[in-house]
């Protein structure tokens, strides 16, 4: 049996429509011009799963894809647009006799602390008074850096890349590999991605021009010749790409194993 990743959601930080904007994409009635903010959910074949990001966009995401419970949550850097939807997962708590188990790296998690003090310092944020109303997410934070990790059960190779002032995580894990909001990929862990010889890797692609924090068109398909997978999704992506007319460039360009992600969208990848 195959595991899943369900993009949640491919846009960028503001998401797409943008509040406010007038241009061609974000007045589309294309419904693949809407791009939540970015994050996915891995299923694996035991049925347990790992939301990658709580976007600010979580509780809407986790509707469409009636997801009834979660399992763990890989946090790939501490942005908003990444973070925001922690509180979504209260709902999966109810039934969990343990906390589940958020993983980030150190300075994520120095962040999160500091953002839900009420989530992750529990303890000294009640120390002198009661929990009232629906209560709180009972998640657990665990400290993560580059290497290997069990999580759910399931193996997860973590690498840090650079994203502006901070770090973010990629990984692979079976034959996905999942590269976002980063303004470059060193070589290390280029061929780590190549040497996996993935079946599907979802890669940042923020606009078409070079930018500081994230890849740029050109860039992501640099490295997606280099790393080889047998399929490649754009992910990540900002009000400059219309769907259909990047699926049109990129096969005009002889690209035919890149396509846009699109919120929702299911990809089967195996274990090893």
């Known amino acids: 049996m195959k595991n899943s990743i369900t993009i949640l959601g491919s846009g960028t930080s503001t998401g797409v429509p943008i509040l406010g904007c007038n241009c061609k994409v974000c007045q589309s009635n294309d419904p693949r011009n809407r791009r939540l903010r970015t994050s996915a ?20 995401q986790l509707l469409r894809t009636q997801t009834k419970t979660m399992d763990a949550v890989l946090i790939t850097h501490d ?31 120095k962040d999160l602390k500091r953002k839900f003090r009420y989530i992750f310092e529990r303890d000294e944020y009640f120390a002198n008074k009661a929990i009232l109303g629906g209560g709180i997410p009972h998640l657990t934070l665990q400290v993560v850096s580059d290497g290997e990790y069990e ?15 901070e770090m973010t995580f990629c990984f692979i894990q079976g034959k996905c590999g999942y590269v976002t909001d980063c303004r470059e990929i060193p070589e290390p862990v280029l ?7 993935l079946e599907v890797l979802f890669i ?6 070079p930018h500081t924090t994230h890849l740029h068109l050109d860039l992501s398909l640099d490295y997606i010749a280099k790393i080889r997978p047998q399929i490649a ?18 096969r005009t360009r002889g690209i035919n194993n890149v396509l846009p992600a699109q919120d929702g969208q299911t990809f089967l990848y195996s274990k090893t």
């Open 79 to 109: 942005h908003a647009d990444h973070t925001h939807g922690m509180d979504d997962l209260r709902p999966f708590c109810w039934n969990h006799t343990e906390d589940i188990p958020v993983y980030a790296d150190e300075s994520a998690t």
């Open 191 to 197: 061929e780590k991605l190549h040497d996996a010889q």
């Open 151 to 165: 999580i759910a059960g399931e193996k997860f190779n973590l690498f840090s890349l650079p994203h502006g002032h």
């Open 41 to 60: 959910l891995i299923e694996f074949s035991s049925g347990k799963k790992v939301l990658i990001d709580a976007s600010p966009d979580l509780r809407t």
């Open 233 to 250: 999704v754009l992910t990540h992506m900002s009000h400059e790409w219309d769907y259909q007319e990047l699926m049109s460039e990129l």
């Open 204 to 209: 940042d692609c923020l606009r078409r021009k």
